[in-house]
């Protein structure tokens, strides 16, 4: 649906890349700030993660040859979800990263679940 939404943009916009990072666990939710200036918050370790996984996404944008990049080709749409909410989705690839590749903040992590749209 984004990649299908992108695509109906006016050039230059339908060459848009969107990423996302999805992860699961306890968070706290709340707005910061005063009443002239304030924001919303979302703090814990499943929001610190999700926003790496954003984050390591970057990686697939990378058109060196020279790097080797896991994730393969980042078209219109990718997805980069905790591995451990990886159910049997359609589209949904399961990835091991070769221990070059660290998620920032998270170097435990070696498997992460890959949509591209």
């Known amino acids: 649906v984004i990649a299908a939404t992108i695509d ?11 990423s996302f990072g999805l992860a699961t666990g306890e968070v706290v939710v709340g707005m ?21 996984l954003q984050e390591f996404s970057k990686l697939a944008l990378s058109t060196s040859a020279a790097v080797d990049n896991p994730l393969g080709e980042f078209r219109r749409v990718m997805a980069l979800i905790d591995s451990r909410l990886a159910m049997e989705t359609p589209g949904l690839e399961i990835l ?12 435990a992590e070696q498997r992460v679940g890959v949509i591209r749209g």
């Open 32 to 52: 910061l700030g005063s009443e002239s200036r304030s924001e919303l918050a979302v703090i814990g370790q499943p929001a610190n993660f999700a926003a790496r």
């Open 8 to 18: 109906a943009f006016p050039s230059p916009f339908n060459e848009l890349r969107v």
């Open 96 to 107: 091991d990263l070769p221990e070059s590749f660290r998620i920032r903040d998270f170097p």
